[in-house]
């Protein structure tokens, strides 16, 4: 499986292989959501992976409050 990712400006364009299209297109039908709402929450777990990893509590529970604030004024 390969996902390669261009950047062009601020924009990001990537590209999956035909199995991870297949697995993304069956979670996402499965759940009940968008292809690309299975891809927005894989990168949005993925980053915060990444920030619990590398940075401080302090820093990674300023990030979490600020995510569920906004998740709030969605609801």
Do not use: H, R
Not at 6 to 23: I, M, Q, R, V
Not at 30 to 45: D, F, H, P, R, Y
């Amino acid at each position: 499986m390969a996902t390669i990712i261009d950047a062009k400006g601020n924009e990001y364009l990537c590209t999956f292989s035909e199995p991870e299209t297949n697995w993304i297109k069956d979670l996402a039908k499965g759940m009940g959501i968008t292809k690309e709402a299975v891809l927005g929450a894989a990168i949005n777990k993925g980053l915060t992976y990444y920030v619990e990893t590398f940075a401080e509590t302090e820093v990674v529970d300023k990030i979490k409050d600020q995510i569920q604030e906004e998740i709030d004024e969605q609801e």
